[in-house]
């Protein structure tokens, strides 16, 4: 039975929350006063959906069922994790702690998105504080790993791993703040970094848009992989972060910022501010940005998944997690059935897949056949360890069909059909499906190497057998329709 998530307050970071839940499995339910929330989480939904499943190369687990509820106690029921995500005031906060407490398990985390508030501040006063938590999420919560968990005197280390441990199935990277302190780590560098900004617009130095170039055409990139230290341990030259603290360290003392001081927001500044934001982006709808927002996150998630770096190693360990539990792990030949075509794929469309056309570009359905054939390999024998001791598989030929088209977020599936395997040959036709309906087919002929003199060569007794076997098994399926298909209209 799924999990189930009881979120509390359902806007900008509520619905990302609910989003995060949902696409991993769990049932959702809402509470929120605002008659437009189901809307508002919809759209949301929409564009986690795009987004979310393809920045795994594994599939996620069935979306579980979202409902919105007027009556806490049901909002409430079953829950196992509570999200609050109400506006940022503190005895808005603690009247909210205070209802769910009267009806929640007293076994759920109740784990808060606040931005600023420590956890020993939102503990005043309630009946069990021990069960509330920090759970501070970044936008797009759908997207972003990084959770910051923060507990006080009040939670025990039991409870802080018990949350820890659910975060990190979420795909999250939760970061365990150890000292409580206002706006917790990530927030005390992005207001300082904002202060400034406000500054530069305030003094007429740069407008919003001028900073953000200044951002993201160069820094920004940095701090999406590095970081800062590391960042300036490598500006530092071969003699690293000593030296670069003694060239820098002195511009410290001198006034490059303007540090804690904070710009009045007057009705002028605001309109500024407003004013040369519009102008810069005024161009395009929130959703709009959201949308294109994600498209960049998820380019450079994958991108950083590639180097197992940063966020990107977060986003492997994921996957690697996920493909444990399903049936597409490991080397499994006894336990999968093959007398019908075998699962050999099944992830969702990543939204750096799609083209300008709008759909999954051609080069991807190569690459998931080839993901298949990778995989129908490891099946019968051709693995890692014997791919290392000298033999392998060379494609000599592909020929691939589109018959529908696959869009972002789509779950694909490739049965594979071995159609013959005998000697150096290995003839297999991969169907992609979307659901039960066939999107394209990939026909391909493997022969067996030798690695070593680059020649074809007979593969191993083990993989002879399992391919007569499989050849065995499926002899009286019907023969897949479209093999041997050649480019042109069918006579
Ligand atoms: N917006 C951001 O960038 C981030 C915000 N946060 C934190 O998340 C929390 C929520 O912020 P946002 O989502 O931005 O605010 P928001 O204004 O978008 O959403 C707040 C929601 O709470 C609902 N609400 C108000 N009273 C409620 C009640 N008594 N019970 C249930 N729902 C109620 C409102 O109808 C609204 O939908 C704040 O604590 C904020 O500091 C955390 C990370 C980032
Ligand atoms: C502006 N903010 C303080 C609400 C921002 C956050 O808390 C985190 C984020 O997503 O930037």
Redesign the pocket.
Known sequence: MAQVASIIGGGV?GGGWAARFLLSGWDVQVFDPDPEAERKIGEVLANARRSLPGLSDVALPDEGRLSFHSDLAEALKGASWIQESVP?RLELKHKVFADIQALCDPAAVIGS?T??LKPSELQQGVARPEQIVVT????P?YL?PLVELVGSAANTPERMAGAKSTLERLGMFPLHVRKEID?HI??RL??AV?REALWLVKDDVATTEEIDEAIRMGFGLRWAQMGLFDTYRVAGGEAGMKHFMAQFGPCLQSPWTKLTDVPEFTDELVDLIAGQSDAQSGHMSIREMERQRDDNLVGILRALKAQGWGAGAVLGAQDARLKAGSDLAGYAEEMVDVSRPIVTVRRAVPLDWTDYNGHMNESRYLQSFCDASDRFMELVGCDADYIASGGSYFTAETHIRHLAEALAGDRIEVRTHLLMGEGKKMHLLHTMYRGEEPVATGEHMLIHVSLETRRPSAPSARIEANMARITAAQAELPRPEGVGRYIGAPR
């Open positions: 970071i940022e998105s931005s600023g501070h999420p970044f936008n919560v972003l706006a990530a927030d992005l207001e904002w």
